[in-house]
């Protein structure tokens, strides 16, 4: 196997671990210290399960001697696909105490890009559920899985197992488990927006990702007593993290588990468990605001919501906060480390307006022209950055890598900003053809590359629109062969692909042709500009009739 690492510079190291950003702690470490300090205090509560830090523990104690029982090794690395359930917790930190490396995947991953992640960090394990909420079943995924990918070992699965190993019986000899992990190592793989094709990997060690939590507890005044809503899927960095559901266990509060986060299933939640804090992408906020004033259900004990995942517009934001009896907290972040916050005593025209102030002193950010220079300050430009917990590399992936950073360690974000006089950011938009739909960031040219497979597609080419719920949707214009394909059955096939739900094309436009230069070229890029200006010009045209 490729060796996983995350390498800062060593002066660097030397100053983040002075600074007392890195403190040279783990997973298991933390997990074992809470249970031991508060061992009857709850951590975990998901539909009927309401598990203490001392049960937490012991259930990934046993994970782990299991994962070692059926022949895992430390070092191994396991795709784990498990929604907003209990068992989310005890199968990654049962493999972070086994010196295992999660693969984070998501619910509504598929066999394209689920096959991908188990090639690409070459994983000898496949944890999930047997089936989703919508009934989807799992375990026929496995079973594609199993035969697409022949150096997949294990498949273990929560709930009914079939033929696989039943998460539930996992157990061995813990006597044989391995001491902590060296908190320089890779914890994890996280994966990427997918800004080109399919997902890149994220490595992120023990001590910036701790970091980049614990810190963001201080920010976001979370607590042994905070209780905090987790209504986003559980493996996205931005409930994971920011603080998330990390941030409220490294303190000793309260996780709640939703399984949708739609207000009437988590507002019940909120009253229910009284919780504190929780985090939504923009169009779930405006959903709750909407929601909020007709509710039954007491939502006073909520004091924050954070939003992120894509730009909260200023009139959006005054809406959530008129609505919710709460303090709203922008955060602009991503998996790859830099993670920006407005601040809980900052007065309105900051937390409506920007999109937040880096979490860390240490935390280098670059506002560039296109030629690479510093633009004044107050101007647009793009986004780099470097820090205690921004990544210096993907994994396995070194074109990517000599894209996506600078020879002196800067992240090229790929987002466009402006900075205030106070330091925070205004996010302006996405430098390159990505999408940032409710939160899930899509590749343009993953999608063009799955239409241009179909017999009657000539060509396509895939833009974001702006969308008042969504933040952006996604249309594909296509020049059709042959005879014209049907939108719905376009996005019918394109659910055939095995592909996540959200990537199928929101909105799909036949046309005759692509406008070219005289020299009868185009670049994808100038294209899809070409074509995102003309949608919005017809649809601003039609509203103006």
Known sequence: MLPLKQVWP???????????????????????????????????????????????????????????????????????????????????????????????????????????????????????????????????????????????????????????????????????????????????????????????????????????????????????????????????????????????????????????????????LIARERVTISGLVPPLALLWAEAAPRTPHDLSSLEVLLVGGAKLTPEAARRVQDALPCKLQQVFGMAEGLVNYTRLDDPDALVLETQGRPISADDEVLILDDLGRPVPEGEAGHLLARGPYTIRGYHNDEAANARSFTPDGFYRTGDIVKRTPEGYLVVQGRAGDHINRAGEKISAEEIEDHLLAHPNVFDAAVVS??????????????????????????????????????????????????????????????LRARLRARLLAEESGQQAD
């Open 10 to 268: 060593a002066e660097a190291a030397t100053r983040y671990r002075a600074a007392g950003h890195w403190r040279g702690e783990t997973f298991p470490g933390f997990l074992r210290q809470r249970a031991a300090a508060h061992p009857g205090a709850l951590a975990i509560i998901g539909g009927t399960q309401r598990w203490s830090y001392a049960e937490l523990q012991a259930r990934a104690e046993a994970a782990a001697a299991g994962f070692l029982a059926l022949g895992l090794r430390p070092g191994d690395r396991v795709v784990v696909q498990l929604g907003n359930i209990p068992e989310f917790f005890t199968a990654v930190f049962g493999l972070f105490r086994a010196q295992m490396v999660p693969v984070y995947a998501l619910p509504a991953h598929r066999q394209t890009e689920i096959s991908h992640f188990l090639r690409k960090s070459e994983a000898a394990g496949y944890i999930c559920a047997d089936r989703g909420p919508d009934g989807f079943d799992y375990r026929a995924l496995a079973r594609d899985l199993r035969a697409a990918v022949p150096a997949l070992r294990h498949a273990v699965v929560v709930g009914d197992a079939a033929e696989f190993t039943p998460f539930e019986q996992l157990d061995g000899n813990r006597a044989a488990l391995p001491g902590d992990p060296d908190p320089a190592a890779v914890a994890f793989l996280q994966i990427s927006g997918g800004t080109t094709g399919l997902s890149k990997l994220i490595p992120r060690t023990h001590d910036d990702y701790i970091y980049s939590f614990r810190a963001s507890n201080e920010i976001c005044g979370v607590t042994q007593d905070s209780v905090h809503l987790i209504a986003l899927p559980a493996a996205h960095n931005f409930p994971m993290s920011s603080p998330g559901h990390m941030g409220t266990l490294h303190a000793g509060g309260r996780v709640v588990l939703s399984p949708s986060p739609a207000p009437d299933v988590a507002f019940p």
């Open 465 to 526: 629109v702006p969308d008042e719920f969504l933040g952006e949707r996604s249309c594909a214009f296509i020049i059709p062969r042959g005879d014209k394909p049907r939108a719905v059955a376009l996005k019918t096939w394109m659910r055939g692909r095995a592909i996540a739900e959200f990537k199928v094309p929101d909105q799909i436009v036949l046309v005759e042709a692509f406008e070219t230069t005289a020299a009868g070229k185009i670049s994808r890029k100038e």
